[in-house]
């Protein structure tokens, strides 16, 4: 019990890493350390020079198009192992769709690419990711959507999008592979740190809970006394008062009284047993993706093409299966709230929902420009996120 409280305290602060991304130009990742095995970590400098190869792939098709192989086709390629580090564990959700990627590979390769899988974060942290998949310390990795957009400023979009799993796929493959303008923005500032995206997962839905009864939005934010949570940006734009809160001191604070509402991704919330303490609760409207399947440069240059298309072929099975079991645990987490709590979950109206996208979206923007600016990137970041706003519906004057 002891060992899943702290493994339920972890994925909520990976899930608060994004959320306050959203609002401010603080959550530029710090300076990231690496624990690379050290006969990886000697073998290649930590950043890719300036003139890093093109990746080898078309971005455009990277992802969301790439054509599966028909059930029973196989993929006839050399031998291959790829070193895959993970701060997820194989029980957890993300560990679910690795072990499906490195099923689904054998099955179409028949066997002939394996994977060694370094799990739990045992190799690289979050924050350390980005230095060991450029390195080449490691081959791939689920890179994280936000702790590194103090490098990867093309990554500071909104992480989470309204609308659903599905929608929120289309949104980051929009974005990543499928527009030209911003797709090349992305994958050459890829190529530029050694790297190469190769899809993008699903990761759940973001809630509001309450220890008092609401009916909508504005009954939440005039019923909130005191809303914890530790981005202001986002919460302080609806109108609510808030108290900085971290993850794991919100169950305690819930409990006595001195925070009545909070917001964060529904998975972790359920996982601390929120519940317990807070009756009310209601889906927000906005659905997080941005774990991308990413590749050393190098390394996937080196392949073969069929190799390639073998890898592509998988990532891009395991995004469309994500969606399903994202759907799947975010309609069994509603269930669990709902027999806890005796409550039904209130249905936010299309109305709220843009409201709180508007929030999101307004704060995002800020803390990505304010972070793209330094660097030269102000028209690059600007046209990404002109693109993120027209495919979500929203219509960002600036």
């Known amino acids: 019990m002891k060992i899943k409280k702290i493994l339920a305290l972890l994925l909520a602060c990976c899930m608060v890493l994004g959320l306050a991304a959203c609002g401010s130009a603080e959550s530029a990742a710090p300076a990231e350390s690496a624990a690379a095995p050290a006969e990886s970590a000697a073998e290649a400098p930590a950043e890719a020079p300036a003139d890093a190869e093109a990746p080898a792939a078309d971005a455009e098709t990277s992802a969301a198009d790439a054509e599966l192989p028909a059930e029973g086709e196989v993929i006839a390629c050399d031998p291959l192992e790829i070193t895959f580090s993970t701060v997820f564990n194989e029980t957890e959700t993300g560990g679910m769709l690795i072990k499906h990627f490195e099923e689904y590979l054998s099955k179409i390769t028949d066997g002939a690419i394996t994977m060694n899988i370094y799990w739990g974060g045992t190799v690289f942290d979050d924050f350390g990711a980005l230095e060991g998949i450029s390195s080449g310390a ?56 050694g790297i190469i995206y190769l899809n993008v997962l699903a990761g ?12 909508d939005l504005d009954s939440l934010i005039a019923g909130s006394g005191s809303f914890g949570n530790m981005d202001a940006a986002i919460f302080e734009a609806l109108g609510f008062q808030v108290t900085s809160v ?153």
């Not at 839905?205 to 009916?215: G, H, L, R, S, V």
């Not at 269930?335 to 005796?342: H, M, Y």
């Open 138 to 193: 490691v081959n791939m990795t689920p890179l994280g959507h936000m702790p590194h957009v103090g490098t990867l400023n093309y990554l500071g979009f909104p992480g989470f999008a309204p609308g659903g799993t599905a929608q929120a796929l289309a949104y980051f493959d929009e974005l990543m592979f499928k527009n030209p303008e911003t797709s090349a923005l992305i994958q050459q500032e890829a190529a530029d740190n």
């Open 204 to 215: 759940g839905a973001n809630a509001f809970c309450a220890t008092f009864e609401y009916t």
């Open 246 to 398: 971290g993850p794991g001191d919100t169950y305690d604070a819930l409990q006595r009284g001195l925070i009545d509402a909070s917001q964060m991704g529904l998975a972790p919330m359920v996982s601390m047993g929120w519940q317990d303490v807070a009756g009310y609760w209601s889906v927000d409207g906005t659905y997080a993706a941005g774990n991308m399947f990413t590749a050393n440069l190098d390394w996937w240059n080196s392949l073969t093409d069929a190799q390639r298309e073998a890898i592509q072929a998988a990532c891009t099975e395991v995004e469309q299966y994500s969606a399903g079991i994202y759907d799947d645990a975010i309609a069994s987490d509603l269930k669990t709230i709902e027999d806890a709590t005796g409550h039904k979950i209130v249905e936010l109206s299309q109305d709220d929902i843009d409201r709180i996208w508007a929030a999101v979206f307004e704060a995002k923007a800020a803390s990505a420009l304010a972070t793209a600016e330094p660097n030269g990137k102000t028209e690059g970041m600007t046209k990404i996120l002109e693109v993120a706003a027209e495919f979500t519906g929203y219509n960002w004057e600036h």
